[in-house]
């Protein structure tokens, strides 16, 4: 039996094209497992269950050969293994065609090494252009990564607005910005000077390691992370929207911890918003990739607290 497999590496990326190759190949649909993960790991769902279901006699049918793996040793290791098992792999568009199933020919042993060796040479100038066009555009000032939903206008309005005391939900009104967004790009306030000696960075934050008290502290509007208590009414308002913001951090053990952070104390590096799709509140994380999937124990966090983590993000309070 004729089995496909199709891969991508990231999610935005369609499987379309080499599912159609695959089936006008002969290869029926139902039997054509697909994956949208990087070639880089083994660790693949769609790749798992195609292994597990392959019997002797099987052939597996890709596209290209770098569909199943993007390094020498990896591919090599899978088509010994299957041929082992008496599965052979066979492409259909690389400029060399092989077929594993066949042990007997030593060109298409040969064939297998030159393939997987030009997809791990592909990818490793693949990741070495990525970088010089990052640097490059780094050096020239220029903001790398996705297009940010927030313009310049709409955030020197938020600074503008929050300086003048509006309130997060003000200033969310007033700009359409979701809270979220918000906490992710505005600034941090500058600290107000009480004696004559110069103003610290505002870059160098005090961060405590002190597990969140928010809850069960006497006093509303002390910080519990960096213990800072504001002084005029004016600040109190802003100060105590802060606070109702809930920061999670993964800590080195494995354990999501919960805190609260005010204005000289959050994290603005790497900071990745959790909104709900119907009303845009939701968790800060820090530590996390921006553009990566949710670590699943921060999606247990979410879960244990009534949100649905299927497709849509949506809040306890609208499931």
């Known amino acids: ?41 083994t660790d693949r769902p769609g790749l798992t269950a195609l292994l597990e279901y392959a019997r002797d006699g ?12 993007r390094t020498v040793r990896d591919t090599l290791n899978l088509i010994h ?14 400029p060399i065609r092989i077929d594993s199933s066949d042990p007997g020919d030593p060109m298409a042993q040969l064939a297998v090494v030159l393939l997987a060796l030009f997809g791990q040479m592909e990818r490793t100038y693949s990741l070495e252009r990525a970088a010089h066009a990052r640097a490059v555009a780094t050096a020239k000032g220029r903001r790398i990564g996705r297009p940010s939903v927030v313009s310049e206008a709409q955030l020197a309005y938020a600074v503008q607005l929050r300086d003048g005391g509006a309130t997060v939900a003000e200033i969310v009104a007033k700009t359409g910005l979701t809270r979220s967004t918000l906490y992710r790009h505005l600034p941090a306030r500058p600290a107000e000077p009480v004696t004559a000696a110069p103003t610290p960075s505002a870059h160098a934050p005090k961060v405590s390691a002190e597990p969140d008290t928010a809850a069960g502290s006497e006093d509303r509007l002390e910080c519990p992370t960096c213990g800072y208590r504001p ?14 913001t809930v920061w999670l951090h993964l800590d080195p053990g494995g354990q999501v911890g919960e805190r609260r952070h005010c204005a000289r104390c959050q994290p603005h590096e790497q900071v990745v918003a959790v909104s709900c799709t119907r009303c845009g509140v ?37 499931t």
């Open 282 to 318: 939701g968790p800060l994380i820090s530590g996390i990739d921006a553009g990566g999937e949710l670590p699943a124990l921060i999606l247990r966090w979410l879960e244990e607290r009534g949100w649905a983590t299927g497709t849509n993000l949506v809040c306890g309070h609208h």
């Open 231 to 244: 002084e005029t009414r004016r600040e109190m308002i802003p100060h105590l929207d802060d606070l109702d």
């Open 81 to 94: 293994d299957l041929r082992e098992r008496g599965v052979g792999v066979r492409n259909l568009a690389d």
């Open 58 to 69: 099987d052939v597996i049918v890709v596209h290209t050969l770098d569909r199943l793996g």
């Open 1 to 41: 039996m004729e089995l496909g497999y199709a891969r991508v590496s990231t999610t935005k990326q369609d499987l379309d094209r080499q599912i159609d190759a695959l089936t006008t190949a002969g290869v029926d649909e139902q039997r054509i497992y697909v994956d949208k993960k990087s070639g880089a790991t």
